[in-house]
């Protein structure tokens, strides 16, 4: 027990200390002289295609020869910027499915201001994400393309594949919540707070809510994210960085991750308004109660192969409102793929990155 | 006995006290009043309106409400903070069981920023436990509810102190981008085909007028 405890001994506490100081000096330095060039993120080379508001379709610059001949469009969610999917370039998503001969586009949902504050899920659906994919078919010469929706990104996906089934040939869901309300029968602690939250809010708060604010803030949905894990998230920047800020490659991994993070836009009221009460609230997606420009989201018009992925330790989806959703498709070909890591990691992680990007070409390859 | 005189003059001493009470309710009672009372209201705002002062008193209320508002939230947030805190105990407790006696499996904290992580994780769990029941939801959903509040006292002074700079405010401006949304989403509907279509790709990309290909 002694030995346990040797950090609590006066020499051994002063000694960690001086460490520490020294390190944070050097840290200092090193993190005064690095330049911007060493911390941008999304280095991928791509093309801008297409523009709509502040909506952009990227078309990514092949890096082998290109040996699938269907596109992959995807899809990111608005609470967070697309760049997670290409932090750096040994941990991106996009370079591995380019290294397999995909051709891959993004769109990026862009910084929306007050003066997008009305746009609705109908908007984002049935206006930007289809005029992308219609972008995607035309210069790729196909009539359907494969979609693939990440978190909030993949509800919409789900709902353009209901709404514009004959443009969409498969369909790859990541980290989606689907079931709103799977977490009631199978709560898991730390996980859900978004579902927690909305669902003890009235459907007249939400309305005050969005009311007030006009939109949701990035700043925000950014705290909000760290009020899932605050001490976590405190003792990430007073016990991790000045642990790392000898070593170069974990460095740049947190700084690239912090820019990401700090990089929130603002949530569109309208969309909110339906993300809250159409969904968390009311559960209407699996009901085939939900409505886009007038017409139901029904899953069952969902009949493309479909694979359905889910993080094993995600804390923001729980595991129980995206895994086990065979029976809401019309799909008769339903996969479900659990990579390890959290909701973030399943893109970022280094075990999950082994798994993500050759499982969904293996998959996306033996259905054409 | 009285004087005659000296009960004419209670009577107009009370009349008075009741007229101000009126006029200016809590004043008697030794009360904190908050807002501009209702019969100074009554008797005097057209006037100070019509002087131009009403968006100044707007501003004045205003600015009461949001203080009344930031302090609901203060103690929205602190009773969420006090539902975490009464599991102190239990987070101390496990504390000192994972550096005294870590589980199988656990390696027990070398250095002091590993007994900080250890710490954190810790008070994340038992941060957890507290709010993870109805009582906790409830507290959450309060400070939001109470941040609501102070917005919508913040978004009451920014419109008062718009009409006094003759700017337009938040709420026209809101309507100016609403009423340009509405006609985007009809022209938007417009162009769609009203039968799902078997896609005419070659002209796809330029079917919607006002948008941009590459």
Redesign the interface.
């Known amino acids: 027990?002694k030995k346990?405890?040797?950090?609590a001994q006066p020499e051994a506490?002063a000694r960690?200390?001086g460490q520490?100081t020294s390190q944070l000096l050097r840290g200092a330095q090193r993190l005064h002289a690095m330049p911007e060039s060493e911390l941008a993120i999304a280095t991928t080379p791509k093309?801008?295609?297409?523009?709509?508001d502040m909506v952009r379709l990227y078309h990514y610059r092949p890096l082998v020869a290109k040996a699938q001949t269907t596109p992959i469009l995807i899809v990111y969610a608005l609470v967070g910027r697309y760049q997670m999917i290409d932090l750096e370039p040994e941990r991106s998503f996009v370079r591995k499915l380019l290294g397999l001969g995909h051709d891959v586009y993004m769109v990026d949902w862009g910084q929306p201001s007050?003066?997008?504050?009305?746009?609705g899920i109908?908007?984002y659906v049935?206006?930007y994400l289809?005029?992308c994919v219609?972008?995607v078919?035309?210069?790729a010469?196909?009539?359907r393309i494969n979609l693939l929706g990440i978190c909030q990104g993949g509800v919409f996906s789900l709902c353009y594949s209901a709404l514009?089934?004959?443009?969409v040939q498969n369909l790859v869901l990541s980290v989606t919540p689907i079931d709103f309300h799977g977490d009631k029968a199978d709560?898991q602690?730390?996980a859900g707070?978004m579902n927690?939250?909305t669902?003890?809010?009235s459907s007249d708060?939400v309305d005050?809510?969005i009311d007030?604010?006009?939109w949701i803030p990035g700043a925000m949905v950014g705290l909000s994210f760290m009020l899932m894990?605050?001490?976590?998230n405190?003792?990430k920047y007073?016990?991790?960085l000045?642990?790392i800020l000898g070593d170069d490659k974990h460095l740049l991994n947190f700084l690239h991750m912090e820019r990401w993070l700090s990089d929130r836009p603002n949530h569109p009221g309208e969309v909110t308004r339906q993300w809250f009460k159409d969904l968390y609230q009311d559960n209407k997606l699996v009901r085939g109660e939900f409505t886009l420009?007038g017409r139901p989201v029904l899953l069952s018009e969902v009949r493309m192969p479909v694979l359905n992925i889910f993080a094993k330790g995600d804390l923001p989806v729980p595991n129980a409102c995206t895994r086990g959703m065979a029976a809401h498709f019309g799909s008769t070909d339903y996969s479900e793929l659990g990579v390890p890591g959290g909701h973030i990691g399943t893109f970022v992680g280094k075990k999950a990155q082994d798994i993500l990007a050759p499982a969904i070409s293996h998959w996306l390859g033996a259905r054409g | 006995m009285s004087e005659p005189h000296s009960d004419a003059f209670s009577a107009v001493n009370q009349g008075l006290a009741q007229l101000w009470a009126s006029m200016w309710p809590g004043a008697l009672a030794a009360k904190p009043t908050t807002a501009w009372p209702a019969g100074m209201e009554a008797a005097f705002g057209g006037v100070a309106d019509a002087l131009g002062l009403g968006p100044s008193r707007r501003m004045a209320a205003a600015t009461l409400a949001l203080g009344e508002a930031q302090t609901r939230q203060n103690a929205a947030w602190l009773a969420l903070l006090q539902l975490v805190a009464q599991r102190w105990p239990e987070l101390v407790q496990r504390g000192l069981r994972g550096v005294w006696m870590p589980g199988e499996g656990t390696v027990a904290p070398g250095s002091m920023a590993e007994v900080l992580s250890l710490w954190a994780s810790l008070a994340d769990e038992t941060a957890h436990d507290a709010l993870h029941g109805r009582k906790g939801a409830e507290a959450m959903a309060n400070c939001i509810r109470e941040a609501t509040a102070v917005q919508t006292a913040r978004n009451q002074f920014s419109e008062a102190l718009c009409e006094s700079l003759n700017l337009p405010s938040r709420a026209e401006m809101d309507q100016a981008y609403l009423e340009i949304q509405l006609l985007k989403r009809q022209l938007r509907r417009a162009a769609a085909p009203v039968v799902p279509r078997q896609p005419a790709v070659k002209q796809a990309a330029s079917k919607t007028p006002g948008r941009r290909s590459k």
Do not use: I
């Not at chain 1, 346990?4 to 950090?7: D, H, P």
């Not at chain 1, 894990?229 to 976590?232: L, T």
């Open positions: 027990m346990r405890l040797s950090w506490l960690e200390l520490a093309d801008e295609v297409y523009a709509e007050r003066a997008q504050r009305w746009l109908d908007d049935c206006g289809d005029h219609d972008v078919c035309s210069r010469g196909v009539d514009f089934a004959h443009k709560p602690k730390g707070y927690l939250w669902r003890a809010l708060d005050r809510l007030a604010y006009g894990n605050p001490a976590g405190a003792a007073s016990t991790e000045p642990r420009d």
